[in-house]
């Protein structure tokens, strides 16, 4: 069913209209109601006015003594309770304006002092048995007396406030009603111009806009019209921004988690600050890398979460002083928990689309292990180079040492045969045959080594070891084994003894002036067999700490620097790792890690062709 179409201008119309209706209908019944009420009182006050004027003409025409007295009219006007009471001769017949003046005359004589004249003019013009209106509500009414007496008026007065008050309102609600039907359709004009204007003015306004807005006649319809269909429109793309707010909402939570996902899940350590140092966030991998808990330091400077980390504070100072980033660099500094870190950070700077510095980001990586290899591998690549190069020259040297023990002895012999002392001689063979061992040994560490793997037990390898050890050793040094590990690994048990041998033996020189111990515990760890040889003598400097696997390097003048280096050599060709840590005068702990599981043959030559294996 269609929707009926109301005209908005017409019904505002038909609305005002009613309303002056209405209000001339209630000026109409106002005026309708005086008059009725003004009529019954008028009607009351002449038959009061006749019934007294009849009284007193009957008290009059009854009188023996002729004309009344005045103390009679006196009584009279008490007892018909009246304002005033007087016999007039009759009026003129004619015209004549002299016969007028003359009765005017006569009758304002008879009348009150003052009011005589105003009153004879009023009663001149007044019909009879009528009331006719005086001053302050007094009204008066003429009586003709037609008797014995001869043709006489008799002029009553009484007073009646109410009537003379609607006479007086009357007058005025007249005056008021012509005014007010005048005023009320003046703003029945103003109102339909100022009613209508401002929707005139919203469809021009809209028509300019590119509104399709009919412009029949009833424009206001046109635009509430309009109205309902851009509500209906605004609706419609409400709807439609609602959805879209939704789905942006979502995919916002859905990135939002999905890049807490990625800060939770990265091994880089990502900590962000806004332009002032605060500290806005910080993933689980900074909080380990760094030894630090954020919890309770989120908004708060950046100094207090990172103050163990004196270099990365001082990086973050000076970017927020300078406002620059950092490109990638490289620091050393120290944990939390105290312990010394290699970091490699980017300090980057977080803009806005309008390219307006927010914030910063450090992106942290922890290179402290990545250091140790790199450290091992360029000990390695010096030592494969090292072994390329000297492998050859050893064997020179053992050749020209070769032929200085022959002509020594070729020497040795004609002096013996001239008598001559060869003690000298003898010291120079023993020299040439040091140098000639050192060489062999050198050798030795510079040869490809092709390990015999077998089923041994470190722990009985270290028994037979530890009391070789003990046998030899003529000081107070003790060795004690502590813990136990069961099973088997593969391994060269020869070269594998060698290894543990040059390492323990390094530890009991380490306490032969100290008078200390060496202590090796052993244990289980990830798939590792762990032999610990920890000793109480004099510690290494940390400047010759990561010098101890170069050959030839020894701190102490007997050593030849080979034992150490030969050691790891063999440990890495096992898929082992030996690491060290000292400190001077509390000791040195050596750390050995063999893998339960065989280092493949595969292994081995991948480890040969990476270095770090020397070839020699």
Same mark, same amino acid.
């Given at each position: 069913?269609?929707?009926?179409?109301?005209?908005?201008?017409?019904?505002?119309?038909?609305?005002?209209?009613?309303?002056?209706?209405?209000?001339?209908?209630?000026?109409?019944?106002?005026?309708?109601?005086?008059?009725?009420?003004?009529?019954?009182?008028?009607?009351?006050?002449?038959?009061?006015?006749?019934?007294?004027?009849?009284?007193?003409?009957?008290?009059?025409?009854?009188?023996?003594?002729?004309?009344?007295?005045?103390?009679?009219?006196?009584?009279?006007?008490?007892?018909? +309770?009246?304002?005033?009471?007087?016999?007039?001769?009759?009026?003129?017949?004619? &015209?004549?304006?002299?016969?007028? #003046?003359?009765?005017?005359?006569?009758?304002?004589?008879?009348?009150?002092?003052?009011? /005589?004249?105003? %009153?004879?003019?009023?009663?001149?013009? =007044?019909?009879?048995?009528?009331?006719?209106?005086?001053?302050?509500?007094?009204?008066?009414?003429?009586?003709?007396?037609?008797?014995?007496?001869? $043709?006489?008026?008799?002029?009553?007065?009484?007073?009646?406030?109410?009537?003379?008050?609607?006479?007086?309102?009357?007058?005025?609600?007249?005056?008021?009603?012509?005014?007010?039907? !005048?005023?009320?359709?003046?703003?029945?004009?103003? !109102?339909?111009?100022?009613?209508?204007?401002?929707?005139?003015?919203?469809?021009?306004?809209?028509?300019?806009?590119?509104?399709?807005?009919?412009?029949?006649?009833?424009?206001?319809?046109?635009?509430?019209?309009?109205?309902?269909?851009?509500? #209906?429109?605004?609706?419609?793309?409400?709807?439609?921004?609602?959805?879209?707010?939704?789905?942006?909402?979502?995919?916002?939570?859905?990135?939002?988690?999905? $890049?807490?996902?990625?800060?939770?899940?990265?091994?880089?350590?990502?900590?962000?600050?806004?332009?002032?140092?605060?500290? =806005?966030?910080?993933?689980?991998?900074?909080?380990?890398?760094?030894?630090?808990?954020?919890?309770?330091?989120?908004?708060?400077?950046?100094?207090?979460?990172?103050?163990? *980390?004196?270099?990365?504070?001082?990086?973050?100072?000076? *970017?927020?002083? &300078?406002?620059?980033?950092?490109?990638?660099?490289?620091?050393?500094?120290?944990?939390?928990?105290? &312990?010394?870190?290699? !970091?490699?950070?980017?300090?980057?700077?977080?803009?806005?689309?309008?390219?307006?510095?927010?914030?910063?980001?450090?992106?942290?990586?922890?290179?402290?292990?990545?250091?140790?290899?790199?450290?091992?591998?360029?000990?390695?690549?010096?030592?494969?180079?090292?072994?390329? %190069?000297?492998?050859? =020259?050893?064997?020179?040297?053992?050749?020209?040492? /070769?032929?200085?023990?022959?002509?020594?002895?070729?020497?040795?012999?004609?002096?013996?045969?001239?008598?001559? &002392?060869?003690?000298?001689?003898?010291?120079?063979?023993?020299?040439?045959?040091?140098?000639?061992?050192?060489?062999?040994?050198?050798?030795?560490?510079?040869?490809?080594?092709?390990?015999?793997?077998?089923?041994?037990?470190?722990?009985?390898?270290?028994?037979?070891?530890?009391?070789?050890?003990?046998?030899?050793?003529?000081?107070?040094?003790?060795?004690?084994?502590?813990?136990?590990?069961?099973?088997?690994?593969?391994?060269?048990?020869?070269?594998?003894?060698?290894?543990?041998?040059?390492?323990?033996?390094?530890?009991?020189?380490? *306490?032969?002036?100290?008078?200390?111990?060496?202590?090796?515990?052993?244990?289980?760890?990830?798939?590792?067999?762990?032999?610990?040889?920890? #000793?109480?003598? *004099?510690?290494?400097?940390?400047?010759?700490?990561?010098?101890?696997?170069?050959?030839?390097?020894?701190?102490?003048?007997?050593?030849?620097?080979?034992?150490?280096?030969?050691?790891?050599?063999?440990?890495?060709?096992? /898929?082992?790792?030996?690491?060290?840590?000292?400190?001077?005068?509390?000791?040195?702990?050596?750390?050995?890690?063999?893998?339960?599981?065989?280092?493949?043959?595969?292994?081995?030559?991948? !480890?040969?062709?990476?270095? +770090?294996?020397?070839?020699?």
């Amino acid at each position: 069913m269609k929707k009926p179409q109301y005209k908005f201008e017409s019904e505002v119309h038909l609305g005002l209209l009613v309303i002056i209706f209405i209000l001339l209908f209630l000026n109409f019944a106002v005026n309708y109601t005086v008059y009725l009420t003004r009529s019954h009182l008028r009607v009351q006050t002449v038959a009061a006015l006749h019934n007294a004027a009849v009284t007193a003409a009957r008290t009059i025409e009854g009188s023996t003594i002729g004309a009344p007295t005045v103390d009679q009219m006196s009584q009279l006007k008490r007892d018909l +309770k009246l304002t005033s009471i007087a016999l007039l001769p009759l009026r003129p017949v004619s &015209d004549d304006s002299e016969a007028r #003046d003359q009765w005017l005359a006569t009758v304002s004589a008879k009348l009150r002092a003052g009011e /005589g004249e105003k %009153m004879a003019r009023r009663l001149l013009d =007044l019909e009879l048995h009528t009331i006719g209106e005086g001053d302050r509500g007094e009204f008066y009414y003429l009586y003709s007396l037609a008797g014995m007496r001869g $043709n006489r008026l008799l002029a009553l007065s009484q007073q009646a406030s109410v009537l003379g008050y609607l006479e007086e309102a009357s007058n005025n609600i007249l005056y008021v009603s012509i005014l007010a039907t !005048l005023v009320v359709a003046g703003i029945y004009v103003l !109102l339909l111009r100022y009613i209508f204007a401002p929707f005139r003015r919203i469809q021009r306004k809209a028509i300019k806009a590119g509104r399709s807005v009919e412009n029949d006649e009833d424009g206001v319809r046109a635009v509430v019209d309009d109205y309902e269909k851009i509500i #209906d429109e605004l609706r419609a793309k409400e709807r439609e921004l609602l959805k879209l707010n939704e789905a942006i909402r979502r995919k916002a939570d859905s990135l939002e988690q999905f $890049n807490q996902y990625i800060l939770s899940s990265t091994d880089s350590g990502v900590i962000t600050l806004d332009n002032t140092g605060r500290v =806005l966030s910080v993933n689980t991998a900074a909080e380990k890398i760094l030894g630090i808990v954020s919890t309770g330091h989120l908004g708060a400077d950046y100094y207090l979460l990172l103050a163990p *980390c004196e270099r990365l504070t001082e990086l973050i100072s000076a *970017c927020l002083k &300078d406002q620059n980033p950092r490109a990638y660099t490289e620091y050393e500094t120290h944990s939390g928990s105290g &312990d010394r870190l290699y !970091l490699g950070v980017t300090v980057s700077a977080v803009t806005n689309e309008i390219d307006l510095p927010v914030g910063w980001s450090l992106l942290i990586n922890d290179l402290t292990e990545v250091r140790r290899l790199r450290d091992e591998l360029e000990t390695q690549n010096r030592l494969a180079a090292l072994g390329e %190069m000297s492998g050859g =020259l050893a064997h020179q040297l053992r050749n020209s040492l /070769g032929a200085i023990v022959g002509f020594s002895r070729l020497i040795g012999k004609r002096m013996e045969k001239s008598g001559l &002392d060869r003690a000298t001689l003898e010291s120079l063979d023993q020299e040439a045959h040091e140098a000639e061992m050192l060489i062999e040994r050198f050798l030795v560490f510079v040869r490809p080594l092709h390990p015999d793997a077998t089923a041994i037990s470190v722990q009985e390898l270290l028994a037979e070891v530890v009391a070789s050890r003990r046998a030899r050793v003529d000081s107070a040094v003790e060795i004690n084994i502590m813990g136990s590990i069961g099973g088997t690994i593969q391994a060269d048990a020869l070269l594998l003894k060698q290894a543990l041998g040059n390492i323990i033996d390094n530890a009991v020189d380490a *306490c032969v002036d100290q008078s200390g111990s060496v202590t090796i515990k052993l244990e289980e760890s990830a798939g590792h067999q762990v032999v610990r040889i920890i #000793d109480t003598g *004099c510690g290494i400097p940390p400047e010759n700490l990561e010098m101890i696997f170069t050959p030839f390097f020894s701190s102490r003048p007997s050593g030849n620097g080979l034992g150490l280096p030969l050691a790891a050599k063999i440990i890495d060709l096992h /898929g082992g790792h030996l690491s060290v840590t000292s400190e001077v005068g509390q000791g040195t702990e050596f750390t050995v890690r063999l893998p339960i599981e065989a280092a493949s043959t595969k292994n081995q030559d991948q !480890l040969i062709k990476t270095g +770090k294996i020397p070839l020699g």
